[in-house]
């Protein structure tokens, strides 16, 4: 199964820009999706086949990559932004998802 | 407008089988996949399985021999069993909803389940 790696955690100030990762262990095109998840809520689509914004959601947000290394991107951060992001391929096989990435707001 | 809602037990005994309801409006079971994907707490997410617009079935593999997922296209619902439940089977099911291999752009608000004696 395709592994897709984020990092754990990230700290950042309200107004700032704030990068994401998400590292697939082979190329997943460009069927790469994000999703924002906060306590008590489930996911939230935010950019789907990397760099198309869902419906209904900031322009703040974007994305962006192809193969095994995408981004999502946050700018300017907004207090609202505190969650956790998901990545998740549809490419290969069974659907996977990244391990998260927790945005805390300073 | 498209919803997704997922019903069943909150409490399962170790050792039993979990039963779970996905009733979906706003769309067709024909037309679109339905996935269930799970949630531990304070977790990640792992995908379990999918029913697939045609009828063809899918399933994670570390799941897949206790696992199965069913459908009635004229009740609008989904349907998920999985037996030999065990502690670490707690957490959080939620079924969501794609379109040609796409991103899962709707999701139910999820069930929590329990599993403990």
């Known amino acids: 199964d395709t592994v897709l790696t984020q990092s754990p955690a990230l700290a950042v100030s309200p107004g700032e820009r704030v990068t994401i990762s998400c590292k697939a262990s082979?190329?997943?095109?460009?069927?790469m999706h994000w999703y924002q998840q906060k306590p008590g809520q489930q996911p939230k689509l935010l950019i789907y086949?990397?760099?198309n914004l869902a419906s209904g959601v900031p322009a703040r947000f974007s994305g962006s990559g192809s193969g095994t290394d995408f981004t999502l991107t946050i700018d300017p951060v907004e207090a609202d932004d505190t969650a956790t992001y998901f990545c998740?391929?549809?490419?290969?096989?069974?659907?996977?998802f990244g391990g998260g990435t927790k945005l805390e707001l300073k | 407008q498209v919803q997704l809602k997922e019903s069943g037990p909150g409490l399962v005994q170790p050792s039993q089988t979990l039963s779970l309801t996905c009733t979906v409006s706003g769309f067709s079971l024909t037309s679109y996949n339905v996935h269930w994907v799970r949630q531990p707490p304070g977790k990640g997410l792992e995908w379990m399985g999918r029913?697939?617009?045609?009828?063809?079935?899918s399933y994670n593999s570390a799941l897949k021999s206790r696992l199965s997922i069913s459908r009635d296209t004229s009740k609008n619902q989904v349907f998920l069993k999985m037996n030999s439940l065990q502690t670490d089977d707690t957490g959080t099911y939620y079924c969501?909803?794609?379109?040609?291999?796409?991103?899962?752009?709707?999701w139910g608000q999820g069930v929590m389940v329990t599993v403990s004696s």
């Open positions: 082979e190329s997943v095109s460009t069927r």
């Open positions: 998740q391929q549809s490419w290969n096989g069974p659907r996977t």
């Open positions: 029913m697939r617009y045609n009828g063809d079935t």
């Open positions: 086949k990397a760099s």
């Open positions: 969501t909803r794609d379109w040609t291999e796409g991103p899962f752009d709707y």
